[in-house]
């Protein structure tokens, strides 16, 4: 394994750091990643294990993830998900935040917990010996919240104050907009709450939402490290064996809509404008998705790709442009985004519009290519160079569906993709004239240009 990183590591850093202008070193040959052997079981409740003896540090990171989050928040609830895991964190019916942060740091460690879009999850890292105690105090957080009435109105007012800085933010502006377009009326199409939502907010509603979708069934923990692997399968069952079993795993199902909208947020006087484009794209599920993931970094996911390459470098529109896919649950979206200029709006999206059907209709050169994956491969091995990341990886194969076979067989899956596959799949998977934009800057200063940008479209 470390011959492996080592390796590709060494073809990463190379690529990386010349940002493909001149042709990389010879890297070595590329191989499969060999997933550690993982130690799985399940309690009577519903809750599964997984088990990893991974490194020589004594150290070891555990991983409670629930399967839910903002998507199974009501329309006039959104941020109900933020809110409850906020109140989860000030305490359980026998520790207090204060009494939780000491003793995790005592263990050499620390502890955090988040609500994301699809999952919650409760995790921490301590001293290998520590690893049946974390287990416990992870637990008292998952089972025992002690849901403190004195807590709420502080924790909606930080709530509030995030709500009214993210709205001024430009990017997150467009981000609202974008998603909502695509989701439409489903959780992932909503962004933002109200503040008139968060001040309805109550404490019967939290310990609702709590009940509806917390529990034993809808749980997965992680424990990937150093570790007694007896002490820690008696501390899992012994802490989680009397929870609820709870609700099923079940998701809302979502259908990203594609359009060809174009949508303009007014910001009188901004210095530049944000640009959002994007359309429905393939999930981790189609075969096809590995070679997605390729000709997304070298069209706009890398530092040295195409779209990067052309209106930061050449052109100066912008700083930092990027494109990335972004997962939900059997769901997925490719988007390009960018902070530019405010009088180079329109040329920046007709160089986007360009570097896409260069690439759609004529094969990278190999060279161009192979340096691309190169670097796919280097960021992959160091993904799975730490518990965390292996932690994350696994935890990937299980949000999506996918065998193990999924992570063996990536490195092979990489170099196996094609010049013209790549080609192929923009021509399949990035059609510009279907995509949606989301435009947020001066409108007085755009609005020309997005009507010649359309009139140019429509002429095509």
Sequence with gaps: ??????????????????????????????????????????????????LVSYGALPKVNIDLIIKTGNVHEAADQVW??????NIMNEGTKTMDFKAISKKVASMGGNININAGVDQVNISGSVLSEFAPEL??????????????????ERLKADLKRQLSVQRSVPQSMARERFFASVYKDHAYGRYFPTEAMITSYTMPMVKNFYDQNFGAKRSVIYVVGKFDEGAVNKSIDATFGSWREGPEV??????????????????????????????????????????????????????????????????????????????????????????????????????????????STEPPKAEELDGIKRYEAGVFVLQNSTPSGIVNQLNFLDQNGLSDDYLKNK??????????????????????????????????????????????????
Aim: hydrophobic share 35%; glycine share 6%.
């Design 80 to 85: 109900l998900a933020d809110l409850t895991v």
């Design 411 to 460: 490195v092979t899956r990489i170099y196996a993709v094609t010049p013209e596959k790549v080609s192929q799949m923009t021509k399949d998977y990035f059609d510009y004239e279907k995509m949606t934009l989301v435009v947020v800057g001066d409108k007085k200063l755009l609005d020309k240009q997005i009507k010649a940008h359309k009139d140019s479209k429509k002429s095509k």
């Design 135 to 152: 287990i416990k105090v992870i637990g008292d957080i998952a089972m025992n919240p002690a849901f403190s009435e004195s807590e709420i």
């Design 250 to 359: 079940t998701y809302p199902p979502a259908v990203a809509s594609q359009s060809s909208n174009i949508d303009i947020i007014d910001r009188p006087d901004a210095p530049q404008s944000t640009i959002i484009i994007g359309l429905p794209t393939l999930n981790p599920a189609s075969p096809d998705y590995q070679a997605l993931l390729t000709t997304n970094l070298l069209l706009g996911g890398s530092f040295g790709s195409r779209i990067t390459s052309n209106i930061r470098e050449d052109k100066g529109y912008t700083y930092s442009p990027s494109s990335s896919i972004q997962l939900r649950k059997n769901s997925a979206v490719w988007f390009e985004s960018a902070d530019v200029t405010s009088e180079h709006t329109g040329a920046s999206l007709q160089e986007i519009a360009k570097e896409i059907k260069i690439l």
């Design 1 to 50: 394994m470390k011959n492996i990183i080592s390796v590709i590591v060494l073809a990463f850093i190379s690529f990386g750091a010349i940002a493909q202008k001149q042709l990389p070193p010879a890297g070595g040959t590329p191989k499969d990643f060999k997933i550690p052997e993982k130690k799985q079981a399940q309690l009577k409740n519903g809750l599964r294990s997984t």
